[in-house]
């Protein structure tokens, strides 16, 4: 069973910061997702990295893929207000031919100006 | 860009009584459509997953005869909760596959139903 794990649950920084978010997940997976949730909305996708080594940089967010150590970092250069939200990572597994997604455990972020 | 319509946002229904909640792909075909739900501040937990014209997988744990899953078109997913009770309260949200020009299959979610059982 594919377990996902994201690390800190809860994350308040100032303005002007940098952090990342871990992300673990237990067994194989060749995809990972990262995704964002503003309060009471549905899912916003930020990134997709489908092999070991990916990086993908989008503004302010950077994410990478390390699939031997099964790990997937979001990393926050110089945070803003507007950054504040929840943020899922999810890996990829199959099943009977179905492509699933397991969720993390989210990530609340609070961006204090 | 693929966009998932999802209706209603909101309901309020009282304890006993079904509700039916669609999923739409606008522009696009979707073979897998996939169901999940979302209590305050957790995870999303994948409910069952929906192929067209076949019957929906559901995850351990969840009652098919609870939640009705119906895939009748490559764009449309229908969620029934039926006999609806307060622990049914939940945020309901459905995503749908589609396979972007690089190969990978991007996920692309509804706007979530909120649902609240009386």
């Known amino acids: 069973e594919l377990k996902v794990e994201q690390n800190p649950l809860f994350l308040s920084m100032q303005e002007g910061k940098n952090y990342t978010i871990y992300c673990n997940y237990s067994?194989?997976?060749?995809?990972l997702y990262w995704y964002r949730q503003d309060p009471g909305k549905s899912l916003e996708s930020l990134f997709v990295?489908?092999?070991?080594?990916a990086v993908k940089q989008e503004g302010r967010l950077m994410a990478s893929l390390d699939t031997k150590a099964r790990l997937s970092t979001l990393h926050i250069t110089a945070a803003v207000h507007d950054l504040s939200a929840t943020y899922f990572c999810?890996?990829?597994?199959?099943?009977?031919?179905?492509?699933?997604?397991?969720f993390g455990t989210g990530t609340r972020l609070t961006i204090i100006p | 860009g693929a966009v998932v319509s999802q209706h209603p946002s909101r309901v309020i229904c009282k304890s006993g009584t079904s509700v039916k909640i669609e999923c739409r792909s606008l522009?696009?075909?979707?073979?897998?459509m996939f169901w999940y739900r979302q209590f305050p501040k957790q995870s999303l937990m994948l409910m069952a997953t929906?192929?067209?014209?076949?019957?929906?997988?559901?995850e351990q744990g969840v009652e098919k005869d609870k939640f009705l899953i119906n895939h009748a078109s490559l764009t449309l997913s229908t969620l029934t909760v039926t006999s609806a009770h307060p622990e049914d309260s939940s945020f309901y949200i459905c995503?749908?596959?589609?396979?972007?020009?690089?190969?990978?299959?991007?996920?692309?979610f509804g706007a979530g139903s909120r649902l609240t059982v009386l």
């Open positions: 995503s749908a596959s589609k396979r972007s020009l690089s190969g990978a299959n991007v996920l692309t």
């Open positions: 067994t194989t997976s060749d995809r």
């Open positions: 990295l489908l092999s070991n080594g």
């Open positions: 999810a890996a990829r597994y199959l099943n009977f031919g179905n492509e699933k997604l397991t």
């Open positions: 522009d696009f075909q979707a073979t897998t």
């Open positions: 929906s192929n067209e014209g076949s019957k929906a997988t559901y």
